[in-house]
């Protein structure tokens, strides 16, 4: 069973950096590929960008120059650093893996965001 569990959210004015962590717990990190997704009021779930096993990463358009994903496999926990942050960027963030094989859906709990002076 993994566990995954967000945490950084919190309060920042417009320009704004902040570094999201993803802690996972259960199996083997190493075998995962993540995802970042955000769920602003109102809106659909939309995927922020992934890493793969190999560190390969990919993003939206709506973050991409701004946001970086990475990844320590010894402390098993996934980073979203989040620079340049605009109000339109407040939302939960989640972290997201599928597991290995791939096939099974595992999500975090989330952590608030919110970009505003």
């Known amino acids: 069973q993994i566990q995954l569990q967000e945490s950084g959210g919190r309060l920042v004015e417009p320009g704004g950096s902040l570094r999201l962590s993803c802690s996972v717990f259960?199996?083997?990190?190493?075998?995962?590929?993540f995802g970042w997704y955000r769920q602003s009021p109102g809106k659909e779930r939309e995927r922020v960008g992934g890493?793969?096993?190999?560190?390969?990463?990919n993003y939206a358009d709506a973050v991409k120059g701004r946001f970086t994903i990475s990844k320590d496999n010894v402390r098993k926990t996934v980073y979203l650093q989040m620079t340049n942050l605009r109000p339109e960027d407040t939302a939960v963030y989640y972290c997201?893996?599928?597991?290995?094989?791939?096939?099974?859906?595992?999500w975090g709990n989330g952590t608030l965001v919110t970009v505003s002076r």
């Open positions: 997201h893996t599928a597991g290995y094989p791939a096939g099974n859906n595992y």
């Open positions: 259960g199996g083997t990190f190493s075998r995962y590929a």
């Open positions: 890493i793969t096993t190999g560190g390969t990463t």
